[in-house]
């Protein structure tokens, strides 16, 4: 059952209309990521469910109600903000104590709520700190905890893991997603990071110019993107005007370009693949982008440069080595439709339908 609904929902700021016809709903304890570039919109529909901003027109829906003439505190929401927003001046305990205090909370109860997310969040012993006495993750945890102490059913966090290093980012990304299972919590984030989002999150709206471009979970999205800006923004998609230059896909399939990802061409040393060899064409590599686990390898063809993706214990390809390029799919666009055209050389065990 939806938990958070949007109905066309439209926002201004003087005449830019940075919210258009928005519409999604959201189940109750699902995590959903507001992925989208810079200025398309996340914060501002965060803000609106948050009730720190009124749209125009439209409602927005908590539990069947409408909540547009509620105040954002009493529409059962915590709020986690990129920069932490701890109070520099306070303990740990203070911190997460705040909200309850303000809310003439008894001390033993505030005592007892505190405890019990100091251990949530895996922090116990750190509550007489200051925030500046921890790491970036301890503190980002310790806003959460905050954001968590008045028991919400719903948590919005705008851009989360924005200010912590890599390696910590990726350990918070898990540990949210955890900590959000648990404890049931319909969770909403705002981030520019598909990787984050894709790893994350149950479901992924996709923001564009004010707009809502699609609305699926993490595999639908990445399949099945529904309109030329998903099949852009998703993966590392690298547009292709002239795709009919390239051997093997259907030329009466007209379309006005095509989106190529890493992962739909395989690149190999002259002889090296006796799979593809008669269906590949020839490309030059242009840039060996070492990647960790594998190398990204760049080569030119029919005038583009496309990525594809090859393991670390391949056989060394060079710079300005002549390799074999085979790209078993693509996705064309036509009439802002995304269609998925599979390389007429394969056989049907191998195509994507
Ligand atoms: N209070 C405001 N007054 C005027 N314009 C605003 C205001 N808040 C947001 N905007 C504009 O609305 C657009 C959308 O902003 P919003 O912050 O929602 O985007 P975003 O997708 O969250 O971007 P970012 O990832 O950079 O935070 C931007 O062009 C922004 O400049």
Not at 38 to 59: C, H, Q, W, Y
Request: aromatic share 8%; proline share 3%; glycine share 6%.
């Amino acid at each position: 059952m939806a938990y958070v609904e949007l109905h066309d929902i439209n926002k201004h700021f003087k005449k830019f209309h940075a919210s258009k016809n928005i519409n999604f709903s959201i189940e109750k304890g699902k995590l959903v990521a507001l992925l989208g570039p810079s200025g398309s919109g996340k914060t501002t529909i965060l803000r609106m469910i948050a009730g720190l901003e009124n749209p125009d027109s439209g409602e927005v829906i908590i539990d069947g109600k409408v909540v547009n003439n509620i105040p954002g505190s009493e529409r059962g929401i915590g709020f986690v903000f990129q920069n932490y927003a701890l109070f520099r001046y306070m303990t740990v305990f203070d911190n997460i104590a705040f909200g309850l205090r303000v809310k003439k909370t008894p001390e033993s109860k505030v005592k007892e709520r505190v405890n019990e997310l100091l251990e949530l969040i895996n922090c116990q012993g750190l509550e007489k700190r200051y925030p500046s006495q921890l790491s970036g993750g301890q503190q980002q945890r310790v806003a959460f905890a905050r954001a968590l102490a008045h028991n919400p059913q719903i948590l919005l966090l705008d851009e989360p893991f924005a200010a912590i290093d890599a390696k910590v980012r990726l350990e918070l990304r898990t540990w949210l997603r955890q900590m959000i299972t648990r404890l049931n919590i319909t969770s909403i984030f705002v981030t520019h990071d598909q990787d984050e989002a894709i790893e994350v999150a149950d479901e992924i709206v996709v923001t564009n110019k004010g707009r809502v471009e699609q609305v699926g979970s993490p595999q639908e999205l990445y399949k099945n993107p529904a309109t030329p800006f998903v099949a852009e923004f998703i993966g590392n998609s690298v547009a292709v005007e002239n795709y009919q230059d390239f051997r093997y896909f259907d030329r009466k399939q007209e379309g006005e370009k095509a989106y190529i990802r890493p992962e739909f061409v395989s690149v190999f040393k002259k002889g090296e693949s006796i799979q593809y060899a008669n269906s590949a064409e020839e490309g030059t590599v242009c840039d060996k982008i070492f990647r960790g686990s594998s190398i990204e390898i760049k080569v030119k063809i029919h005038g583009n440069i496309i990525s594809a993706i090859r393991s670390i214990n391949d056989a060394e390809i060079n710079l300005g080595e002549k390799v074999d390029v085979f790209i078993h799919r693509l996705y064309i666009v036509k009439d802002n439709e995304v269609i998925l055209a599979n390389n007429s050389s394969l056989v049907e065990e191998e195509m994507v339908i």
